[in-house]
């Protein structure tokens, strides 16, 4: 026989580990798409692997999906979920501890990297983003306008402008966040890796809502970066609107080493590999230089040997982030 408070509580950890906003709709788990099921996830692998999987792989194959599944019933809940902007159907994502509640939360943005074709997927957000909301956060994110699923394509593709209109996914959330009882009105952390970090300071010119930012291998001076290798040109050219017509002041505009005192001094931690080879530490450092003749709040990071979007220094980044965001969070 089963006890009606047994019964209870569990009802209650599954209400309070879905997302519900009248700002939203959709809302799903984030095992979508090829992730779905521990088989369709298998035919995934083996059309990237180009070939038949032999029975090891087979079972690290199971036992990283197995992972996931477990982190998302026992510890972290992740759901998508659909808003509109402009218009335009943007898929967003939230991640929350199963074992707290929202008021005890506090509220972080994470802009993605990449464009419309390589946007993140369902694993990275358990790997990445669960230890931080493990860690008191409510994570909530966008994948931009345009952007591909989880390996399903959008019809909006081109919407992406790589910090131009896109940037108003990210500020939309706002509304979200505030729809969600306990947190309503809590001043936002924000962060940004690659791409997400000039998103993330773009964002932050248009709110006074943001507490701290965390710019993780983020670009400062597409300008500069832009001179020593033309590597992104094709990216800049599909997705910047007027890229070829006025390239300067495009890169310009995504580049906050121009405009960062419009900040208004929200403060901020850079963390960077010292191999970075996407997005050159000297920028940083010269950028990190003009924060300091100014007197901008500041801390950087520089992870010897570490490389782009920092594999292989999670957690100490995560513990990082977490710290930075408490710190400011009022």
Excluded at 4 to 31: D, G, K, M, Q, R
Excluded at 261 to 276: A, F, M, R, T
């Amino acid at each position: 026989m089963i006890r009606l408070s047994a019964v209870l509580s569990i009802l209650l950890i599954i209400t309070s580990s879905t997302f519900a906003s009248p700002l939203t709709e959709n809302p799903s788990s984030c095992f979508t798409g090829k992730y779905e099921t521990r088989e369709t996830y298998l035919t995934a692998m083996q059309k990237v692997m180009k070939g038949e999987v032999n029975k090891d792989q087979k079972e690290k194959i199971a036992a990283r999906y197995a992972h996931w599944k477990k982190v998302d019933s026992d510890k972290v809940s992740c759901q998508f979920f659909t808003y509109r902007v402009d218009d335009i159907p943007v898929t967003g994502f939230i991640l929350k501890p199963r074992d707290m509640k929202e008021a005890d939360l506090l509220p972080v943005i994470f802009n993605r990297g990449g464009n419309a074709d390589n946007a993140i997927e369902t694993p990275y957000l358990y790997d990445k983003l669960a230890p931080l909301a493990r860690k008191g956060f409510l994570v909530v994110g966008s994948f931009y306008r345009g952007a591909k699923i989880n390996g399903v394509a959008s019809r909006y593709r081109l919407a992406d402008q790589f910090g131009g209109e896109d940037v108003n996914d990210v500020l939309q959330l706002i509304p979200i966040i505030d729809s969600i009882d306990g947190v309503k009105g809590k001043r936002i952390g924000m962060w940004g890796i690659s791409r997400g970090g000039f998103m993330a300071f773009l964002a932050a010119k248009k709110s006074d809502r943001f507490s701290a930012i965390v710019a993780d291998s983020a670009p400062v001076d597409l300008v500069a970066e832009a001179e020593s290798t033309t590597r992104m040109d094709s990216v800049f050219e599909t997705w910047i609107p007027r890229f070829k017509e006025h390239r300067e002041v495009e890169l310009k505009k995504r580049s906050v080493r121009y405009w960062y005192k419009e900040l208004n001094q929200i403060p901020l931690l850079i963390v960077h590999g010292s191999n970075d080879k996407q997005v050159s530490p000297l920028n940083i450092l010269a950028f990190a230089q003009q924060l300091q003749q100014s007197g901008y709040p500041y801390e950087l990071m520089i992870y010897h040997a570490g490389e782009h979007g920092l594999r292989g220094f999670e957690s100490d980044v995560n513990t990082r982030v977490a710290n930075w965001f408490k710190k400011y969070a009022h």
